[in-house]
């Protein structure tokens, strides 16, 4: 079985302050990582993702994750927060054999920047 | 613009009926999929289908049931069955069911039951 935490409900960071959402995810073999972010009653948009290669993904504005494997961790970061960044911020995981529909969403972070 | 169109936005149902959930997509993905979400829990996958007239269940099925005539419509209908049908309701597409692909998703429908 596969799964995925987001230890936190929420978290709050100041508008121009570093943040960091965290997920540590759990898989048989190597694991393809997704972070997605919805605003409110909208869809799912997708941030980025680590398949193979560099450890520290680039994704859409301006955000970034680290892939961990020692500690099974997958973290959303982003040098400099803004207002417009707060939404709600999925990691999901998928195994490297099988289908895309065993993708395994987490709980969800909700994001809140105060100016 | 290519993207997916979910409709209705918001609907409201009385127990005991059924409901269809519409997702529409120009983006000429084989592949669509239908979530759940419900606060706190992320989102559960309902049923996807790989290509035209086939389709599979996914982890919450029951209650639910789906059709796939044609590539770019995959509708969902929320029937009576469904014990605890209130929620938001997701639909996605990808190019093909690949492991390393993203999903696009549609702007949701919320479904409350009175």
């Known amino acids: 079985a596969q799964s995925v935490a987001q230890p936190e409900d929420q978290v709050n960071v100041a508008e121009g302050n570093p943040l960091t959402v965290k997920c540590t995810y759990s898989?048989?073999?190597?694991?393809?990582l997704f972070w997605y972010v919805q605003y409110p009653n909208r869809g799912l948009q997708f941030l980025l993702k680590?398949?193979?290669?560099?450890?520290l993904v680039k994704g859409s504005y301006g955000f970034e994750a680290e892939f961990n494997k020692s500690q099974t961790s997958f973290h959303l970061k982003k040098p400099s927060a803004l207002v417009s960044d707060s939404a709600l911020y999925f990691c999901a995981v998928r195994r490297p054999t099988g289908t895309a529909s065993k993708l395994t969403f987490g709980t969800g972070t909700r994001l809140q920047v105060t100016l | 613009d290519g993207g997916i169109t979910q409709s209705p936005k918001y609907l409201f149902r009385k127990e005991g009926q059924n409901v269809t959930l519409s997702c529409e997509q120009n983006l000429n993905h084989d592949a669509m999929y239908w979530y759940r979400q419900d606060p706190g829990q992320g989102l559960r996958l309902i049923y996807y289908s790989q290509i035209v007239n086939d389709f599979q269940k996914g982890d919450i099925a029951e209650g639910y049931s789906v059709s796939r005539e044609k590539k770019e419509s995959f509708p969902l209908t929320v029937t009576s069955a469904q014990k605890n049908p209130t929620a938001f309701y997701l639909c996605a597409s990808m190019p093909s069911d690949t492991v390393t692909g993203e999903l696009f998703f549609g702007e949701g429908s919320r479904l409350t039951v009175l």
């Open positions: 680590y398949i193979t290669g560099d450890n």
């Open positions: 898989v048989s073999g190597n694991p393809y």
